[in-house]
């Protein structure tokens, strides 16, 4: 299954893509969205969502590593369901939510990393998991500023914007979510590299 980590990288930037132009023409709810913030949805989504799962599959990952991975996939699988209604179909997301559960998720994750480092054997699977693990913490960190600084510029005027726009106002958050795709991109692509060549 290790084959799976290029193939995810190659479609999220696909799915970017088609969303970009989509929620742009006003398919969707939410307003306008910048190239960054397209990214960065569909590199969180694959990477919160989907790369979990392509780890619990690989036989020779730690049993300490698959509980954490495991935990944290099945608490991004309850929230993205309850997400999607509350945005969708009754309006009523906003982004404080999502930040209470980034910093908790952030401290569970950051938890079970300490208590996992001395448990399992160094091999390229574990090594791989774990700075998996490491690097969605920093990508969590990057979530709840974005979250922060998005309800300050946005404010409670207009609950139905969810994204940052390419408009001056936004330029900001625009410029710092580039610097989370550097970090969350690169970790990405050097880990599809990674499977690809040792796994």
């Known amino acids: 299954m290790a084959f799976l980590f290029p193939v ?3 479609v999220q ?9 989509k929620q742009n023409k006003g398919a969707f709810v939410g307003g306008p969205i910048s190239w960054p913030k397209a990214v960065w949805l569909y590199h969180a989504i694959f990477s919160w969502f989907l790369v979990p799962l392509v780890y619990l599959s690989l036989p020779d990952l730690h049993i300490s590593l698959k509980i954490l991975i495991g935990l944290h996939a099945l608490i991004w699988w309850i929230r993205g369901p309850l997400e999607l209604v509350m945005i969708y179909k009754f309006f009523n997301w906003t982004p404080r939510y999502g930040i209470t559960h980034d910093v908790f998720h952030v401290i569970l994750l950051f938890a079970g990393m300490i208590a996992t480092a001395k448990l399992w054997p160094e091999n390229m699977t574990n090594w791989m998991a774990f700075v998996y693990c490491g690097v969605t913490v920093l990508m969590l960190c990057f979530e709840i500023s974005f979250a922060a600084l998005f309800l300050e510029v946005r404010g409670n005027e207009d609950c139905r914007i969810y994204y940052a726009a390419d408009e001056p106002k936004w330029r900001f958050i625009n410029w710092l979510t580039k610097v989370g795709l550097t970090f969350g991109v690169g970790h990405a692509i050097i880990q599809a590299i990674l499977a690809v060549v040792y796994l």
């Open 13 to 21: 930037f696909l799915c970017s893509i088609w969303f970009y132009y």
């Open 8 to 10: 995810l990288l190659v």
